[in-house]
């Protein structure tokens, strides 16, 4: 189940389940969509991977026990910030390579 992060690993601003500026990688490393553009340049730091939009959990029961109500976002905080310098430098070689590439 995809680990809803209840905010950016580096910046540390809050990123609520329905926010519509978290960005995730595919091993839900999360940060918000300033980060990733100006920070990140896209690439994620800790796995080299591209990021996409995280999915918003439905806060209504449409469907019977699937909800955010039911499977709640997680409240543990990552806060990991990344040397922006050494991020610049790990992304432009990893950049070089498309993500489906990598
Ligand atoms: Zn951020
Ligand atoms: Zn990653």
């Known amino acids: 189940m995809l680990d809803l ?34 920070v990140l340049k896209g690439v994620c730091s800790n796995c080299g991977g591209n990021f996409v939009p995280r999915p918003i959990r439905p806060a209504k029961e449409w469907r019977e026990g699937v909800s955010l109500a039911r499977f709640p976002a997680s409240t543990k905080r990552v806060h990991k910030p990344k040397d922006p310098a050494e991020q610049t430098a790990f992304a432009a070689s990893v950049a070089t390579v498309a993500p489906e590439n990598r």
């Open 5 to 38: 992060r209840p905010s950016c690993e580096h910046c540390d601003c809050d990123l609520s389940p329905e926010s519509r500026d978290a960005m995730i990688c595919s091993f839900e490393c999360t940060f918000c969509s300033t980060c990733v553009d100006e």
